[in-house]
T-cell receptor, first 114, second 111 residues
Framework: EAGVVQSPRYKIIEKKQPVAFWCNPI?????LYWYRQNLGQGPELLIR????????DSQLPKDRFSAERLKGVDSTLKIQPAELGDSAVYLC????????????FGPGTRLTVT | QKEVEQDPGPLSVPEGAIVSLNCTYS??????FMWYRQYSRKGPELLMY????GNKEDGRFTAQVDKSSKYISLFIRDSQPSDSATYLC???????????FGTGTKLQVIP
């Protein structure tokens, strides 16, 4: 069974440029998560989707970050404009509904903002 | 005080040693406790989760939860160089709630 797929794996952009990350969750997983992981830290939740609905986006910096999950499967996370402090690894995870204790992560996208 | 505390290490052990990794937490309402392994430049991989107190074993890995002390542990028996990674503890109140991660402990197993 395929795991969580993310692309791109690496992205280098200049500050003020836009960037987008894509995630395809494990088949059948209704819940999708976007996390940000800074060096030496654990993942921090940005947004959680239950199907198409964003049920927890309290930590998403909405002035520059946006996300969507059309049709309740794939998801895209966008940053516009990017800032130097956005350099981090962006992780996507998925789980069955109601099973936040059993999340499966993708390989992540390493973003460098110069 | 952080909700979840984890020693960042690094922890270096010889091959074959028993490894003990630990986390403490402050929220007594946490019910689910998870351990993730993260290799360099990879996403976290779920090793196991436990519900409430007690032990859970999976091969060379054993997870322990002591809710009275707000302390969880992961033991790795017969450690191998391939176990070298960062180990993240995580916990949540219940299945629909946000997960809180520790900062991770970096483990190096020396051949």
């Amino acid at each position: 069974e395929a795991g969580v797929v993310q692309s791109p794996r690496y992205k280098i952009i200049e500050k003020k440029q836009p960037v987008a990350f894509w995630c395809n969750p494990i088949s059948g997983h209704n819940t999708l998560y976007w996390y940000r992981q800074n060096l030496g830290q654990g993942p921090e939740l940005l947004i959680r989707y239950e199907n198409e609905e964003a049920v927890d986006d309290s930590q998403l910096p909405k002035d520059r970050f946006s996300a969507e999950r059309l049709k309740g499967v794939d998801s895209t996370l966008k940053i516009q404009p990017a800032e130097l402090g956005d350099s981090a690894v962006y992780l996507c995870a998925s789980s069955s509904q109601g099973a936040t204790y059993e999340q499966y992560f993708g390989p992540g996208t390493r973003l460098t903002v110069t | 005080q952080k909700e979840v505390e984890q020693d960042p290490g690094p922890l270096s052990v010889p091959e074959g040693a028993i490894v003990s990794l630990n986390c403490t937490y402050s929220n007594s309402a946490f019910q689910y406790f998870m351990w993730y392994r993260q290799y360099s430049r990879k996403g976290p991989e779920l090793l196991m989760y436990t519900y409430s107190s007690g032990n859970k074993e999976d091969g060379r890995f054993t997870a322990q939860v002591d809710k009275s002390s707000k302390y969880i542990s992961l033991f790795i028996r017969d450690s191998q160089p391939s176990d070298s990674a960062t180990y993240l503890c995580a916990m949540t109140l219940r299945g629909y709630q946000k997960v809180t991660f520790g900062t991770g402990t970096k483990l190096q197993v020396i051949p």
